[in-house]
């Protein structure tokens, strides 16, 4: 079994930043590529940031230059810095991570989700 925990969301002003950490723990092996992805109210989930393990990253185009993904793979750890966070960025936040178990089995992962509101 593998758990993902997520922390840091909450409230925050427009223009203000957060940081979301999510540790990866259990029956594993090495992880691949880790993640962030969020759902708003009435919308798909969608892609906000993915990082390999050798440390290539990719950004939706909205979040790009605002938003930067960074892993430890010694600690299995995946984070997400949020800068000049605007109402659209509203949406719980989903850690992600395509796992190799320690008995060879790949699985995707996710974490339980955390609240990020961007509000006055």
């Known amino acids: 079994q593998v758990q993902l925990v997520e922390s840091g969301g909450g409230l925050v002003q427009p223009g203000g930043s957060l940081r979301l950490s999510c540790a990866a723990s259990?029956?594993?092996?090495?992880?691949?590529?880790m993640g962030w992805y969020r759902q708003a109210p009435g919308k798909q989930r969608e892609l906000v940031a993915t990082i390999t393990r050798g440390a290539s990253t990719n950004y939706a185009d909205s979040v790009k230059g605002r938003f930067t993904i960074s892993r430890d793979n010694v600690k299995n750890t995946v984070a997400l810095q949020m800068n000049s966070l605007k109402s659209e960025d509203m949406a719980v936040y989903y850690c992600?991570?395509?796992?190799?178990?320690?008995?060879?089995?790949?699985?995707?992962?996710w974490g339980q989700g955390t609240q990020v509101t961007v509000s006055s």
């Open positions: 259990g029956s594993i092996l090495s992880i691949n590529t």
């Open positions: 992600n991570a395509r796992v190799v178990s320690r008995g060879f089995e790949i699985g995707d992962y």
